[in-house]
Nanobody, 119 residues
Framework: VQLVESGGDLVQPGGSLRLSCAASGLTFSIYEMTWYRQAPGKERELVAAISSAGGITKYADSVKGRFTISRDNAKNTVYLQMNSLKPEDTAVYYC?????????????WGQGTQVTVSS
């Protein structure tokens, strides 16, 4: 299984970025997908999550109204559109795929992509 994030960059405050996470080696359409982030010296935190079919989303309060999570199950890809970026959004952003059955739990992580918001 591989989750490969891309799209991280240096951007000015108020700018936008779109992160992508391409999945392979798993049945993507049955996994819940989540974006997490970790800033230096801080714990990893949930940013946004989306259900397997894409009908349900969840956001951290700090990004509501600015970030949008979406997925394309035909392309095995989940996206994070980030608008009105703030310096406090600076972090490494990680993609996570999660699935739980009666018998076991499946949890996969990408390597992360750096987002830096600075003037």
């Amino acid at each position: 299984v591989q989750l490969v994030e891309s799209g991280g960059d240096l951007v000015q405050p108020g700018g936008s970025l779109r992160l992508s996470c391409a999945a392979s080696g798993l049945t993507f359409s049955i996994y819940e997908m989540t974006w997490y982030r970790q800033a230096p010296g801080k714990e990893r935190e949930l940013v946004a999550a989306i259900s397997s079919a894409g009908g349900i989303t969840k956001y951290a309060d700090s990004v509501k109204g600015r970030f949008t999570i979406s997925r394309d199950n035909a392309k095995n890809t989940v996206y994070l559109q980030m608008n009105s970026l703030k310096p406090e959004d600076t972090a490494v952003y990680y993609c996570n795929g999660h699935r739980r059955t009666v018998f076991r739990e499946y949890d996969y992580w990408g390597q992360g992509t750096q987002v830096t918001v600075s003037s």
